[in-house]
């Protein structure tokens, strides 16, 4: 069987590659595990709550409907940050396709946190689904508004956390001439930098990055991680070193730092604007392709 479902999670395995799996936690949605070619590829903290009882610190975190704090809209300034698909449990739709396996995801107000939900009054579904390819992972997620009278504003994040081996001989590639917002600093400048490097904390949101630039984190000239957008047009870069690490209860171990990096498209600069009956689709792909330097 490709496609096994528990109570709280769902593992995909290739049919013809069995060092291929994909493992999803109903709680959040989340891939937590993601082995390609017997490798994993994404990181995931030692300190974690499988269990539901709070979101994952790692794997790919669903952020929804809001990024950071929002201090001007109406609905989304009395959430938390992140928002609310990361910490909801989320409906198993079942498989939809044999090979490659796919599966869906369901979330709507019915089963949102309840807590946070009643903060947040909008008619909505969510659809996320899931594919695994025998060197590559897809995500793709789908939003309606199933309000008949209300427009309904939010952000959209793929949260990923990549597995490095060392991430003071890495860089992210492919965003050299963007417009940058440093959440650090507060700055917003275009970045000339050729390449992301690490050596302190990072913590970047590239705007209006083109569809066509391929993402890329590479190691000692070998590409690494490729990720591949679709209307997703930010990407937030996110490394938090040694300070930051040491502050987050859940990020064991305290150097893990040094094995990850985000590297996370989304549609967060600005607010994704949909009127009532009308649905807003966005992907990512994460591969392992071949290194293509794309300059300014």
Known sequence: MSIQETDTQVIITHPNHSDSVVKILKYGATIYSWVSKG????????ATKLDGSKPVRGGIPLVFPVFGKNTA????KDLPQHGFARNSTWEFLGQTRQNPPTVQFALSPEQANPDLIKLWPMDFTLILTVSLHKESLTTKIEVKNTSETKEMKFNWLFHTYLRVEDIEDTFVSNLAGMTTYDQLLQITYDDKHPVVTFHEEVDKIYKEVPEDRIIQVVRKGVPIHTLKRSNLPDAVVWNPWIEKSSGMGDFEPKDGYLQMVCVEPGHVHDLVKLAPGETW??????FNGELKYQAI
């Open 281 to 286: 689709n966005a992907s990512q792909k994460l």
């Open 39 to 46: 490798s994993e590829q994404l990181w995931l903290s030692s």
């Open 73 to 76: 809209d109406e609905y989304l």
